[in-house]
Every structure is written in structure tokens, then in C-alpha cells.
């Protein structure tokens, strides 16, 4: 049982750094393709590698997937829309303000996953984890600060709208992998993140082809990037899944907050942004609060 608890943490900080490069390839193809062709990237170019994925569990395993309960519909498709509205807000948030300060809006997601999972799913939340959970989110809260910048307000909404969002299809994917009741945590992850970019695939292609057609040659074109971004994406995704499946989502999404600490490092990188000291200040924060996690689950 202690090596399955630490596989989450390996699981979350593989599925936070596919997350980062992701993100950071989005938020390129935005200008050329729109908040929603951007967002579709992700889910249309990420499902040929989840159903590889799904393949080499069933040769692995040598067993096709199991027949999903009733009770694993309504889960998955909250998880898979509710996914699909918080990548188009997160990209418009990025089109507002500087990557990092984007993601730090949208990582105020563990608070609302906490108590979403504890009303929906009776995931329990320790006082150690509760601490984590809060310190680490002031760590995203500081390095977000920026009195009087220029559409701040309107950046904040965003963020924190798709922070929201993000917990629900979290909770979402959690409900769908535990209700199908599968002795392979593996399986069920794989067939959850499967089920899930399939429903995303087919909506956003039909929204695209109804609203703006031109968007689905845009994205065509450009292969070469969106096809990185839904490679990453889709790794990404089946790594939260595999720790979603071990442990709650309040646990799994306050340590993938490590993705400030990536996005950061892109920041410097990539976007060539400084750093500010309340940046730095809510980065140890950040960094606390993700020890104290870890110490918590030993």
C-alpha cells in the first residue's frame, strides 16, 4: 500500500511537467488559432495517443475494458465539458496576462477541489492536508498580486472561473474512474481518459465545423505544434488519471501546483518575464505547501 501512495506523487509531478510544456504550446497556437481552436488541439490531436495508451493496457493486461455502470456516464461527461470550458478560459487568461500569473489564477483550483470532493465523492481532507492545501494556494495568491496592473480584474475572473471549472472536471474524472470499480487502477484511468477526449473530440470538432469551420483547417496546418501539444496533453492527462485513480484529487491537484514552479522557469525561458519578490515569495510558499502534502501521505 506505501508504494501505491507513492506512486501518486510520481504520477502527479510526470502529469504537472507534460502539463507545463502543454500549456506553454497553447498558449503560442492561440494567436493563430483562437481560444477555441486552441483548446481543441489538446483533445482532438491527444486522442490517437490515449487510445494507444488504452491498447497497450488491454495487450498488457489480456482483457478487453469492462462494460461502464450507469453511474459512470453522468461523471465522465461532467468531467470532459466542464475540461472543455476551463481550457478555453484558461487561454483567454493567458491572452491577458503573463504565463505564470495565468497559471497561478488557475492553480487556486485545490481549495475548490477539497471541498467539491468531500460533498460529491466523501473524499476525507486531513488537518495536514487542509494546511498544505491552504499554504500553498497563498503561494499562487502572492505570485498572482499585481494591484492596479492592467486588466488584472478581468484576467483574475477568468483565472479563477477556470480554476473552478478544472475542480469540477477533476472531480468529474475521479467520480467516472471510481465508479467503474475496476481491480486495474490502470484500466480504469485509461479507459476514463479515453471515454473523456472522445466526448471532447466530437463536440468541439461539431461546435467548430457549426461556428467556425475555417478554425478546423487552421489547426491542420498547424500539425507540427498541435500535434506536440496533444501528445504532452494526452500523457499529461493519463498521469492525472493514474493519480486521481490512488489518491483524492484535493491531494493530487495541491501538488501538481508544482507546475508555478515550471511555469516560472518557462516564464524565464521561453517568455523572457521577470520575476517579482512577491513572486518569490509565494514560489517557497508553493514549495511548502507541496512538502508538507508529501509529508502528510507518508
Known amino acids: 500500500m506505501a508504494a501505491m501512495n507513492g506512486l501518486w506523487i510520481v504520477f502527479t509531478l510526470f502529469a ?36 494507444l495508451f488504452l491498447t497497450a493496457v488491454c495487450l498488457a493486461l489480456g482483457r478487453l475494458p469492462p462494460q461502464p455502470p450507469m453511474a459512470f456516464w453522468p461523471a465522465v461527461f461532467a468531467g470532459a465539458l466542464t475540461q472543455i470550458a476551463a481550457t478555453a478560459l484558461m487561454l483567454m487568461t493567458m491572452e491577458q496576462r503573463s504565463f505564470v500569473v495565468s497559471i497561478a489564477y488557475i492553480k487556486t483550483e485545490p481549495i475548490m477541489v477539497a471541498i467539491l470532493g468531500y460533498v460529491l465523492l466523501r473524499d476525507v481532507v486531513t488537518p495536514s492536508i487542509a494546511a498544505a492545501i491552504l499554504i500553498a494556494t497563498l503561494g499562487v495568491v502572492l505570485i498572482s498580486w499585481r494591484p492596479g496592473a ?14 473552478l471549472m478544472f475542480a469540477l472536471s477533476a472531480i468529474g474524472y475521479r467520480g467516472a474512474i471510481l465508479a467503474l470499480h475496476d481491480p486495474s487502477y490502470v484500466m480504469a484511468a485509461t479507459l476514463t481518459l479515453t471515454t473523456g477526449l472522445v466526448i471532447q473530440a466530437i463536440v468541439l470538432s461539431s461546435y467548430l465545423a457549426w461556428r467556425e469551420p475555417g478554425v478546423l483547417g487552421s489547426i491542420f496546418r498547424h500539425w507540427r505544434p498541435s500535434l506536440f501539444a496533444g501528445v504532452m496533453g494526452a500523457a499529461a492527462s493519463e498521469c492525472w488519471f493514474l493519480a486521481f485513480a490512488l489518491a483524492t484529487a484535493a491531494s ?32 517557497v510558499l508553493v514549495t511548502g505547501g507541496a512538502v508538507l502534502l508529501v509529508w502528510a501521505h507518508r
Open 150 to 163: 492592467e486588466g488584472g480584474l478581468k484576467a483574475a475572473l477568468l483565472g479563477l472561473t477556470s480554476g
Open 16 to 51: 504537472a511537467t507534460g502539463q507545463t510544456a502543454r500549456n506553454a504550446m497553447q498558449r503560442e497556437l492561440t494567436a493563430a488559432l483562437g481560444a477555441a481552436g486552441a483548446t481543441h488541439v489538446r483533445f482532438l490531436f491527444g486522442l490517437p495517443f490515449a487510445l
Open 252 to 283: 493530487v491537484r495541491t501538488l501538481g501546483l508544482v507546475e508555478v514552479l515550471m511555469a516560472q522557469f518557462v516564464t524565464h525561458v521561453v517568455f523572457r518575464q521577470k520575476t517579482t519578490p512577491l513572486e518569490i515569495a509565494g514560489i
